[in-house]
């Protein structure tokens, strides 16, 4: 595993956290999904870039880490334990009033 494969897999893992600030509870499942994919290829494209490794092979192989990382991490912690939600909630634009 290279150095960028390792840093998209760890923001990948804390990504779910980060992207429930911007996702809102009352977004449709397909805008909620196209965040997380925006979400995954920014981190993919920065981890290659900023580990020296920008081809085009570690950039897609970094945008599918932190993809399967992301999605692993809300469906095994965040989203059982209640965070990724509490958080979407917190953040709502219907909570800031």
């Known amino acids: 595993m290279t150095n960028a494969q ?22 449709s499942h397909a805008t909620r999904t196209l965040v997380q994919v925006v979400f995954s290829v920014l ?22 880490v932190a993809a399967v990382a992301a999605i692993s991490a809300y469906k095994g912690v965040f989203k059982p334990s209640g965070i990724a939600p509490k958080v979407e909630k917190a953040t709502s634009m219907a909570a800031r009033g």
């Open 43 to 64: 981190v993919g494209l920065g981890s290659a870039y900023f580990a020296g490794d920008f081809a085009g092979k570690d950039v897609v192989t970094g945008i599918l």
């Open 6 to 27: 390792m840093w998209a897999l760890i923001i990948g893992f804390v990504s779910p956290v980060l992207i429930s600030v911007v996702n809102q509870p009352q977004w």
